[in-house]
């Protein structure tokens, strides 16, 4: 084998910047450290690389729904795009806070009570905090180690009756193993329109599951579905308890798909790619050189392996 | 080095390609290394003579162009490419037809080839390739799978021993990736590769593509089971541990 010379133009810095982000970027759930410990071995240069960092990681951080403890041990706080109030500052809206939070080191440096502002109207906080208090409930009894938030992503001023407003569920279960070295996280936000006119809540779901296994290997599932549903525009408590009615309806449904599609592994979807054993059930038999002349004729005769 | 063969085993299967051109761009100097090390997936010709598809790897390359099985020929053409003598020709012709059928049986479609050179100890290192394209669109029976691939690279050292006996060393890598996509479940994908290593003493009594055939027969459907049980089994134990399967779900009723 002749021996590669390498033939590629010098890369500039921005192309290096770009592919380190790349890597970050695409690192399984709670991996990105050790990601970022190898590209920078690798890209030998520091100062790119804080630069890739600083534009990777918050899009990283917001898209796998990191949860960050909150100094003073009053609690987490969940990074996402529902709650950005600008790119440092995150809301908790169950604690009316705003954590300000560092991307690349993954953790909150200090924290600040939200202005009246940055939250919701009273008329709204209503409904958030009554399904704030049903989804506790629920991700408690389904998820170990669930955390969750709800935000008002849409009409946050509504004074009362007579306009739409929209919340947001977000539900972030991760479960870091480094040491089996196994990872995984599941996340679901559910979308919920409040329409006035219409007297109808319009819940959208979107779950995600992801799960990476590396013992002398590299094996990752990616998983993920949408699905949408409706209910009655009630009161605050009655609309909670619907709402998560049916987000349990149907992450428990989907659960349960995924199990299904497990189970189908081995005999079915798998055969798609490769048997177990040929049509025989037998092994192939390999002594027999006489027998694949043979097998040959009667393949190409009988239209076999077609 | 490590630090480029730790990233490899943490990106996703399915941008290993694109990670690989990334690492070679930006490690120049390690690009043998990188590209005997690193598992990609196989890329395919159509050998003009026969009109048949044959697998490209680096044991049929030399500079930018590659060896064809059917017709022993270098595609684009090449002044003085190295071949494998005319007795291992015979028998890589015979290893081609042979494990096209293996690889009917097994595959149910696919593309196969096989490689075969001398080594400088009087022995020689043969390679075997299967490509199989899963999807419904392609080589999938059943139409399960929206997406679907198996890479699979066996290359075997043979060192003869004492009288009549040999000594074969196999390094097998699968990669493998398979999407369902359907309404009521959404998006399921798996994907993964693994590598791994076994070596044994056979008589060359039965010959020596019986004995590779056996040994690669017998890898094959360890990997497979063991990437259906272990590898994804893990990934089931983790969905599960993050969300256990309820068996009593209550259904809260309005209070009104």
């Not at chain 1, 003073?72 to 300000?100: C, K």
Request: proline content about 5%; hydrophobic content about 35%.
């Amino acid at each position: 084998m002749a021996d590669e010379e390498s033939q590629e133009p010098e890369l500039n810095d921005k192309q290096k910047i770009e592919i380190t982000k790349w890597f970050l970027l695409n690192s399984p759930a709670g991996e990105i450290q050790y990601v970022a410990k190898d590209i920078q071995a690798v890209l030998k240069d520091d100062n790119l690389y804080n630069l890739a960092a600083l534009e990777a990681f918050p899009l990283y951080n917001k898209s796998h729904m990191i949860c960050l403890e909150i100094p003073g041990g009053v609690g987490d706080v969940l990074i996402t795009s529902s709650g950005e109030l600008s790119e440092t500052e995150y809301l908790d809206p169950r604690t009316a806070q705003v954590a300000i939070i560092d991307h690349v080191k993954q953790v909150c440096t200090e924290v600040r009570p939200a202005t009246d502002e940055e939250l919701p109207s009273p008329y709204v906080e209503e409904f958030r905090c009554a399904l704030d208090a049903e989804i506790i409930k629920y991700v408690d009894e389904a998820y170990p180690k669930g955390i969750c938030s709800v935000y008002c992503i849409g009409g946050k001023d509504v004074e009362g009756p007579g306009f739409d407003f929209e919340l947001a569920v977000v539900i972030s279960a991760a479960r870091h193993s480094p040491q089996n070295f196994c990872n995984g996280s599941w996340r679901s936000v559910w979308n919920v329109e409040f329409k006035d006119d219409l007297q109808m809540l319009e819940v959208r779901g979107k779950l995600q599951v992801g799960a990476h296994y590396f013992e002398e290997g590299n094996v990752q599932l990616d998983a993920s579905h949408e699905c949408k549903d409706s209910t009655f525009f009630q009161s605050p408590e009655d609309s909670a308890i619907s709402i998560c009615n049916i987000i349990r309806h149907h992450e428990t449904e989907y659960l349960t798909s995924l199990q299904v599609s497990y189970s189908n592994l081995p005999d079915t979807t798998f055969k798609d790619l490769r048997r177990k054993l040929p049509v025989t059930r037998t092994l192939f038999p390999w002594h027999n050189t006489m027998q694949f002349s043979l097998t040959r004729d009667i393949t190409k005769e009988l239209g076999i392996g077609k | 080095m490590e630090a480029a063969m730790g990233l490899m085993r943490r990106i996703h299967p399915k941008h290993a390609e694109t990670a690989l051109s990334a690492l070679l761009s930006l490690l120049p100097e390690h690009s043998t290394d990188l590209l005997s090390q690193v598992d990609q997936p196989l890329q395919v010709l159509c050998d003009i003579d026969s009109g048949k598809e044959f697998i490209l790897c680096e044991y049929n390359r030399d500079a930018d162009s590659y060896r064809s099985p059917w017709s022993n020929k270098y595609h684009p053409p090449l002044e003085d490419g190295p071949y494998p003598s005319p007795e291992l020709r015979k028998l890589e012709i015979e290893a081609n037809d042979v494990f096209a059928i293996y690889r009917d049986q097994y595959y149910e479609g696919g593309i196969s080839s096989v490689y075969m050179w001398e080594d400088e100890n009087g022995g020689f290192v043969a390679c075997f390739l299967i490509k199989k394209d899963g999807s419904k669109s392609g080589h999938g029976r059943r139409g399960y799978l929206q997406e679907g691939a198996w890479d699979a690279i066996h290359v075997i050292e043979v060192e003869p021993e004492e009288e009549g006996t040999a000594r074969y060393c196999l390094t097998s890598t699968i990669m493998l990736s398979l999407t369902t996509d359907d309404k009521s479940s959404g998006r399921f994908s798996l994907s993964g590769s693994i590598r791994r290593q076994m070596n044994m003493d056979f008589s060359v009594a039965d010959g020596h593509l019986c004995n590779m055939g056996r040994m690669i027969e017998e890898m094959e459907s360890k990997l497979r089971n063991s990437l259906d049980q272990v590898y994804f089994g893990k990934t089931k134990e983790m969905v599960c541990t993050l969300r256990p399967p309820s068996e009593v779900i209550q259904m809260r009723l309005p209070d009104s």
